[in-house]
């Protein structure tokens, strides 16, 4: 099935008081949030099971072929206080399917219950226990959208910074990266349908609690992009969080480190890669970001994490 893009702005824009609205819970905007990113829907023969790695509960995801070459690490978006593990089975399937590995979706503890660093700490212990298991980091790609996205990042940091081997790249969509701007009530308005810069100003201090906004581990754009795995970023052209991952590929530059793939698509908004299912654009971004994983993967006696 296909929907036009304008129909899925326009429902989305339709759905943003909701999103704004202080009178509605964070319980609330967490089903919200299920039923928005359990529209994507996952190909057919999918298999999915619950586990749990360093105390952490995982939704694995594997193939319907049960043929894999690595394995791909998603950590969901939702400004770090929605979104789950289970919510983006779908789109998690469809970039692993594109990417031919097997993967994994950690469910790490959110905002406001946990702030920074809890979330963070978890992904170290989920990465560091799947070493421990027998993962080739050579196969290994982690990956996120916005939250997931920055986390993505700041998990690479920590892991180089703590000499733990790095993942082969990372992939990021529509990073959100930079929470101190957000603190600072500082990022411009696009024409997003559904984010506005009210919502991450919101979001931001929630999760940061009485840390540094601009610690690189909150906002990884001001940490050291020397030694980090190629990153693979995508972007839209409305989505208010888009300045992010200019900054990362300016730090990038400036490191002097590898160059960063970076693709804006645009009049599109912040993660519409949610609707695989229904948009041609988000399908033909979800296959070119898994192809470009793939192809950063030395797939060679591949060692599968979970099984």
Known sequence: MKINKRVIRTGLRASRP??????????????????????????????FDRITIAGVPVERVQLPTGEANGTLIYL????????????????????????????IIPDYS?????????????????????LEEGLDPE??????????????????MALRDRGITAPAALGLICPWANLAIDVDRLRPKLRDPL?????????????????????????????????????????AGDDPIRCDALDIARAVAAAGA??????????????????VSVLAEAREAVADLGTKLHNHVHTNNAKVAVK
């Open 110 to 130: 959110r905002a406001p219950e946990a702030r920074y660093p809890v979330a963070l700490e978890e992904m170290v212990a989920v990465y560091t226990r799947l």
């Open 18 to 47: 909701l999103f704004a609205s202080h009178r509605i819970s964070v319980k609330g905007k967490r089903a919200m949030v299920e039923l928005l990113t359990g529209a994507a829907r996952p190909p057919k023969g999918t298999r």
């Open 139 to 156: 196969t290994t790609v982690i990956a996120g959208d916005s939250a997931g996205g920055g986390l993505t990042l700041a998990l690479a």
């Open 258 to 275: 590898p160059a960063v793939d970076h693709r804006v698509f645009e009049n599109l908004w912040h993660v519409f890669h949610l609707q």
């Open 76 to 103: 969901h978006g939702g400004g770090y206080a929605l979104g789950s593990a289970k919510g983006y089975r779908g789109l998690v399937a469809h970039l692993a399917s594109a990417a031919g590995m097997t993967a």
């Open 195 to 235: 984010i506005l810069p009210s919502m991450t100003a919101e979001w931001a201090p929630e999760y940061a609690g009485g840390a540094d906004p601009m610690s690189p581990g909150i906002s990884p754009v001001y940490g050291d992009m020397n030694g980090l795995p190629p990153i693979v970023v995508q972007t």
